[in-house]
T-cell receptor, first 113, second 114 residues
Framework: DQQVKQNSPSLSVQEGRISILNCDYT??????FLWYKKYPAEGPTFLIS?????DKNEDGRFTVFLNKSAKHLSLHIVPSQPGDSAVYFC????????????FGTGTLLAVQP | KAGVTQTPRYLIKTRGQQVTLSCSPISGHRSVSWYQQTPGQGLQFLFE???????NKGNFPGRFSGRQFSNSRSEMNVSTLELGDSALYLC?????????????FGAGTRLSVL
């Protein structure tokens, strides 16, 4: 049972435009959500997170939006840069199992120069 | 501050053997979690250790085990290796009281079982 889903395996965006990566979850016990970026042969790198008590969190070019009623979150990257090309994973954790991250399957983002 | 360090980076074993992977967390981090990444199953949680005690466990068979030492370094062991155990094994550490659940990952150990 895939509790965290990223339905788009890949996304291609032009440099300077907005990249929007989506993630859906099914477990209503999840209360913390994170986005990680991963290059091949490296571990995931933390990007941004959001608690379920918020609906938006910004950090520089990265903004995460959380819609609890829809059980949906999205990561916006503005403006997109070629160096952003990587696989992006969303992850979720529940209260009581805060370090047990449940990951989505990832979205490969390609930013074209 | 040094990041999460995993050794070795690459490992080749044959079926039936056992293997031990090592993880040194970021200084001051007391929680260490392990994940398995495969093309078919993605990133899956194995277990978490905090203060030398296993605090959470994923859905993996008993062949997968771990431990944590008093200095927070952790090891995971896989016994009786199977071909399907070929994967990237990732270790992550976090602060005990961050409340933000952010885990920081090492580069991983790539295990190939022949």
């Amino acid at each position: 049972d895939q509790q965290v889903k990223q339905n788009s395996p890949s996304l291609s965006v032009q440099e300077g435009r907005i990249s929007i990566l989506n993630c859906d979850y099914t477990n209503s016990m999840f209360d913390y959500f994170l986005w990680y970026k991963k290059y091949p042969a490296e571990g995931p790198t933390f990007l941004i997170s959001i608690s379920s008590i918020k609906d938006k969190n910004e950090d520089g070019r990265f903004t995460v939006f959380l819609n609890k009623s829809a059980k949906h979150l999205s990561l916006h990257i503005v403006p997109s840069q070629p160096g952003d090309s990587a696989v992006y994973f969303c992850a979720a954790s529940a209260r009581g199992a805060t370090n047990k991250l449940i990951f989505g399957t990832g979205t490969l983002l390609a930013v074209q120069p | 501050k040094a990041g999460v360090t995993q050794t070795p980076r690459y490992l080749i074993k044959t079926r039936g053997q056992q293997v031990t992977l090592s993880c040194s967390p970021i200084s001051g981090h007391r929680s260490v979690s392990w994940y398995q990444q495969t093309p078919g199953q993605g990133l899956q949680f194995l277990f978490e250790y905090f203060s030398e005690t296993q605090r959470n466990k994923g859905n993996f068979p008993g062949r997968f085990s771990g431990r944590q030492f008093s200095n927070s370094r952790s090891e995971m062991n896989v016994s009786t290796l199977e071909l399907g155990d070929s994967a990237l094994y990732l270790c992550a550490s976090s602060l005990p009281t961050s409340g933000s659940n952010i885990q920081y990952f090492g580069a991983g150990t790539r295990l190939s079982v022949l």
